[in-house]
């Protein structure tokens, strides 16, 4: 709206435009607050310089903080990521050491064992080797 509000090729201004946007400012709450602070900053060389230090002070923190949160976002999924390194690993070894549990079964079962033979051999239970035989 503020583009429309000026012509820089022309160098015009278009008042009417330009009053509907004060007038819509001086509306809304947070925009009258502002520019009655900037107005008060204004008046006074000293109290401008102030208030471009503190605004500079400010960016400055925001910059840090935004910085911080982009910090620990990514060691937070560096940590993620080395978390489910270790829960797959972990998932790995235990389906791999169920296949060969199985193996180890049929092996036993196409040999002639029985079911209690395996699971006195293996330490298993009956019930899990039959398990790991119909699996």
Not at 30 to 38: D, G, K, N, Q, V
Not at 50 to 73: C, D, M, P, T
């Amino acid at each position: 709206m503020m583009l429309a509000a000026t012509n820089i090729q022309n160098k015009t201004v278009n008042e009417e435009m330009i009053q509907d946007l004060e007038e819509f400012a001086m509306k809304e709450q947070e925009i009258r607050e502002a520019l009655i602070e900037w107005e008060t900053i204004s008046r006074n060389k000293e109290n401008k310089v102030l208030y471009e230090a503190r605004l500079k002070f400010l960016r400055g923190e925001l910059a840090w903080i935004l910085s911080e949160k982009k910090r620990a976002r990514e060691e937070g999924m560096q940590e993620g990521r080395e978390e489910g390194r270790q829960e797959g690993i972990q998932e790995g070894l235990a389906q791999g050491m169920e296949l060969s549990l199985k193996k180890v079964v049929n092996n036993e079962l196409n040999q002639g064992m029985t079911f209690s033979m395996i699971a006195e051999i293996t330490g298993l239970s009956e019930k899990k080797v039959e398990e790991l035989a119909h699996s």
